[in-house]
């Protein structure tokens, strides 16, 4: 049995957390022969964890790469052998298995790793001293000094590089404190690699950390395709629906089959919070449907669910202003310029003043941080329909075709989409 991660993307909304909660479970019913786990490589930001706590839904583990670790090729034994036992009783495993190092106890205690080249030093030394040729040593006796340890966390070019420049064949592996595993030469002869499915994202720098290294088995996702290369054909869901979770959804009737009622609960919430309770103009018809199915076996009304759902999101006012802009943040390189444009959600506006200077003063400070040219947050009201942009001083700026409330803040009525209104707007007027 093979593990796949299905991951969002790297500062994970609800749509990328729930759909990958809700593929992970389609899969496990269409192959069983694998398992299919779902991860979140990113913080959900306090809205979002405050939702999904009242709604009863558990998000997925938080996973940050997927670089190949100690943990994947480390190796681990069975055998206990003390370090007080004769030099025979390790000769005896050495018969069966023939290893290059064998971990050692102490009272029950990890101890350290006795190598081949331990024993071939003591005899050499005892044959030097001419010591008698009937003397068996305990491992005590034997047994060098060990080399720091590794920890199960760390890289696995990091800690191939640690073996090699040791003169050890082996070292320890360590997980807060405890003994884990070892590690020798042999384990570090071929890097092993993830099996990862992208949804909800297919951009390479806004994927989990260390996505080059992983094979990427499927994507399923509702953006612009900026896909990463693959060594072999996959299968790819992109379709133009205002949610990665309705895609999902439409999978499961594609294999005839129904979602559960927890499962159908994420599904929903992704929808929701992804078309604004289906007032995005990304929303299709599509969408329509299938979250009142979703609604059907829930029992509820779709308005009521969505409208209940984001009356649990927190006020941007007393959230610090970097966090907000930072927990649904995107990077875009359009003709050279490199913009980063993040969106947050509210129930009303009429607090802007209260955070507005706060904003533009950690919006200016992301941009410097990140290398971005322009930077840009909008802040949506889903209940009323229009959004605020608040930006950093960049020329393109007035080329937008919204009226300005003050210095760097715009009005947009009506705007509730970043994909489908704001990114266009912010990349025709770069060639203005």
Not at 27 to 55: F, M, Q
Not at 220 to 247: M, Q, Y
């Amino acid at each position: 049995m093979s593990i796949i991660y299905i991951t969002g993307h790297r500062n994970p909304d609800l749509d990328s957390v729930c759909s990958a909660y809700g593929y992970a479970a389609l899969k496990n019913i269409l192959d069983p022969s694998n398992e299919y786990i779902p991860v979140r490589c990113g913080h959900l930001s306090e809205s979002s964890t405050n939702i999904l706590k009242a709604l009863d839904i558990t998000p997925p583990e938080l996973m940050l790469s997927v670089f190949p670790k100690v943990s994947d090729v480390m190796l681990t034994s069975d055998e206990k052998i003390d370090i007080d036992e004769p030099l025979t009783v390790l000769a005896m495993s050495y018969e069966d298995t023939n290893p290059s190092v064998v971990p050692i106890y102490e009272k029950g205690e990890f101890y350290g790793l006795i190598s081949i080249d331990d024993i071939t030093y003591w005899f050499m030394k005892h044959l030097c001293d001419n010591n008698s040729d009937n003397y068996v040593p305990t491992i005590r006796e034997v047994i060098r000094d060990q080399e720091k340890p590794l920890e199960t966390i760390d890289l696995f070019e990091e800690a191939k590089s640690a073996l090699s420049s040791s003169p050890k064949r082996g070292i320890a592996v360590m997980e807060n404190g405890e003994y884990k595993g070892y590690v020798t030469r042999r384990c570090f002869l071929r890097a092993p690699s993830y099996n990862v499915i992208l949804v909800d994202h297919n951009e390479p720098r806004q994927s989990i950390k260390g996505i080059e290294t992983a094979n990427i088995v499927e994507i399923v996702d509702h953006h612009r395709l900026d896909s990463l290369k693959t060594s072999l054909p996959i299968f790819i869901d992109a379709e133009p629906l205002g949610s990665t979770c309705t895609i999902v959804y439409q999978l499961y009737l594609r294999n005839k089959l129904t979602p559960s009622k927890d499962v159908a609960k994420v599904l929903l919430t992704g929808m929701m919070a992804d078309t604004l309770v289906l007032k995005s103009p990304t929303t299709t018809a599509i969408d329509v449907a299938s979250a009142h199915a979703l609604a059907a076996i829930l029992g509820v009304e779709v308005k009521e669910f969505g409208h209940n759902m984001f009356s649990y999101m927190e006020r941007l006012s007393n959230i610090q202003p970097q966090t907000a802009i930072l927990s649904d943040f995107k990077r875009y390189t359009e003709k050279g310029i490199n913009i980063g444009i993040g969106q947050c959600e509210t129930t009303t506006l009429h607090d802007l003043n209260e955070y507005i200077d706060s904003f533009l003063e950690a919006l200016e400070d992301v941009r410097a941080k990140n290398g971005l040219d322009w930077a840009v947050v909008m802040i949506t009201n889903v209940l009323s329909e229009n959004s605020i942009l608040l930006t950093t001083d960049y020329r393109s700026v007035k080329h937008l075709p919204y009226s300005s409330i003050k210095p760097l803040v715009l009005d947009m009525p009506g705007v509730m989409s970043r994909k489908k209104q704001l990114l266009p707007e912010i990349i025709y007027s770069l060639g203005m």
